[in-house]
């Protein structure tokens, strides 16, 4: 099935010059580059970006409860709360922050079934579980540990939209041109 989805190259990958290198991938994976811009994003189209559901606030905030447990950690004295959703919200902050600190690439990429081939070749949003031949195995070494401790989200290279109501959605928010 022919897919459109939405890949944006994060802060972390644009300083360390790897925007080349990451386009390739999706290219020699049969990958069409639709549309591209470089940009610093505003704090708005972010916040917009990220969900503001509980559910979606509640997982993250699990999430990042579970990898503070996993550190031996207490959350509550970390972070001054235990509130999944309270901690989904500071998390989205942080992200905020993280993604508005520097240019991203955002590029619209269509294909054979884009969105999980585009998902697989990114690996998995924890670089440290990515396989080592996916985009964030290969070129990104953060650690949850390390991010929790300095209160800030992951850095792990890329977003890819998960889903073709996520893509769509996404599309359209960086892309308005194109609708």
Known sequence: MLEKTLVILKPD????????????IFEKANLK?????????????I????PNSE??????????MEGYEALGLN?????????KKEIGLMVKKWLVEFMTS???VAMVISGNSAISKIR???GNTMPINADTGSIRGKYSSDSPDLANKEKRPVKNLIHASGEPDEAEFEINLWFPELT
């Open 13 to 24: 990958a644009v300083k360390r010059n790897l925007i080349g290198e990451i386009i390739s």
């Open 33 to 45: 580059i639709e549309a591209m811009k470089m940009l610093t994003p505003e704090a708005e189209k």
């Open 47 to 50: 916040e917009k970006h990220y």
């Open 55 to 64: 559910k979606w606030l509640t997982i993250v905030g699990e999430k990042t």
């Open 75 to 83: 959350v509550e004295k970390e972070l001054g709360t235990n509130d």
């Open 102 to 104: 520097g240019k991203v």
């Open 120 to 122: 697989k070749l990114c």
